[in-house]
């Protein structure tokens, strides 16, 4: 298995082209999927979650391809509605193609999620709202097996925000009859993305990104040409690496307006932000300053955001208080307590007390952006820093050690490289 080896500590200085939003592009991609004609979906990321989704869509007879800067996906051969374990279980974001395939064929039988990094994520908010819309359900060996003679427009109140729960329905409701309301959505700005996708193939969904949703269905979906957005907890990555080396960075293709609470908290903690119109620079002249957060659901602090920005204060000045309120995302501290951090973790709160320097360690991912913040850690550390479990940064990081040499980190990749078709052979259960 392939590993990130860095020294530290280093100053991160320069500029970095953020990539297109991975939890947009995975629901887009399934989106674009919903139409019986080709789409072209621009700015696509391309990293594990992408791959494993489009082999996903080729298992049930779905042309996916890529050429030069566009993801083409021609749902007109879609087929099958038996989405294969093998490689739904590596990833929780192919239970959306339960909307799809009850939107397209009547009928779907996907395997639930399993057990992940981030403690338990069912999916019964999605069931529920399936069968608001006249599905019936029945929960058989692992899998979900739903089908519909046709769906019919319902109201549907969803018990608290999940971005997977609203884009499964979004998908469903869009060709369903009649209206549906979605009442308590998500609104993170990748739901926004997908709302203005599935218009641009002729849906009619209205009020994205507020407390209601409404959809009216259509009879069929046309093909499109979108781009998907950047990436905001990529670029939110971006600006902690800046603040745990003390550097300066300039974020190129960020809509600043996505990141405005983990921004805030970073000037709370000393950070000197400038926002151009789709770029923003961070710089740290001094040691950052302990902050208090609690994550929440858009536009609250992303949880996403949450581990890495919990590295970043393991080096600030005086204690911080971190609740975690969306999944268990503590993991990863005894990793960090590896390096010198001085952590404890009460149920979902983490007292994180600022020591004046970290050591490198060996060190192991438990989960994508636990992953992300052990890179940010060793990139301020004393020493040299392994991070085992690279696989998991690769699921949503597009060519992260290569941005962060061009910012002048001293990381490289080591182990056996894999081509993703190899490496998702090899990967366990993961399921961010
Ligand atoms: C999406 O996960 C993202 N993944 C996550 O990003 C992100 O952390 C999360 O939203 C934030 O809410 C993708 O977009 C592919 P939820 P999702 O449904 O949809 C509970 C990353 O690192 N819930 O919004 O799975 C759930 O347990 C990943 O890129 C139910 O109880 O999250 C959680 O506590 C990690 N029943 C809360 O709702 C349900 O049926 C929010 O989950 C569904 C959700």
């Known amino acids: ?82 989405v294969p374990y093998n490689l739904a279980r590596r990833m929780r974001a192919s239970f959306y193609v339960a909307g799809l395939l009850l939107a397209r064929l009547g009928v779907a039988e996907v395997p639930l999620p399993g057990g992940c990094a981030l403690g338990s994520r069912p999916v019964d908010y999605h069931i529920k709202g399936f069968q608001n819309l006249g599905a019936q359900i029945s929960i058989e060996h692992g899998y979900m097996k739903a089908q519909a003679a046709s769906l019919s427009g319902c109201k549907n109140y969803i018990n608290r925000s999940s971005v997977g729960t609203t884009v499964n329905l979004m998908l469903a409701a869009s060709t369903a009859e009649g209206t549906t309301i979605l009442e308590n959505p998500a609104k993170e700005p990748e739901v926004v993305d997908l709302a203005i996708c599935l218009n641009s193939m002729g849906a009619r969904i209205r009020g994205a990104g507020t407390d209601v949703i409404r959809i009216d269905g259509v009879k069929r979906l046309r093909g499109t040409e979108h781009t998907i957005i950047p990436d905001r907890i990529e670029a939110g990555t971006y600006a902690l690496a800046a603040a745990i080396t003390q550097g300066r960075v300039l974020l190129r293709n960020v809509v600043t307006d996505h990141l405005r609470a983990p921004l805030l908290k970073l000037e709370e903690a000393g950070a000197i932000i400038s926002e151009g119109p789709n770029e923003l620079e961070i710089a740290v002249p001094q040691r ?107 699921r949503g990081y597009e060519r992260l050690e290569e941005k962060l040499r061009a910012l002048g980190a001293k990381i490289s990749r080591e182990g056996d490289e894999k081509d993703p078709e190899e490496l998702a052979r090899e990967l366990d259960y993961l399921c961010p």
């Open 288 to 394: 950052m300053q302990a902050v208090d957060l609690e994550t929440a659901a858009y536009p609250g602090f992303p949880t996403d955001l949450q581990q890495p920005f919990m590295a970043m204060l393991t080096l600030a000045e005086g204690t911080s208080v971190i609740r975690e309120t969306i999944f268990d995302r503590f993991r990863f501290v005894d990793e960090l307590r590896r390096m010198g951090a001085d952590l404890k973790v009460e149920r979902d709160t983490a007292i994180v007390r600022g020591v004046s320097g970290l050591t490198g360690a060996p060190v192991e991912a438990t989960d994508l952006r636990a992953g992300a913040a052990l890179v940010l850690a060793g990139m301020a550390a004393e020493g040299t820093t392994e991070v085992g479990g690279v696989e998991m940064i690769d």
């Open 1 to 82: 298995m392939a590993k990130l080896v860095i020294s530290g500590p280093n100053k991160l200085e320069g500029e970095v082209l953020i990539s297109g939003a991975k939890n947009s592009a995975l629901a887009i991609i399934v989106a674009a999927a919903m139409a019986p004609e080709e789409s072209v979906l621009i700015n696509v990321p391309r990293n594990l979650d992408v791959f494993f989704m489009t082999k996903i869509l080729e298992e049930l007879g779905v042309k996916v391809w890529f050429d030069g800067d566009g993801l083409h996906v021609d749902g007109s051969t879609l087929s099958s509605h038996q």
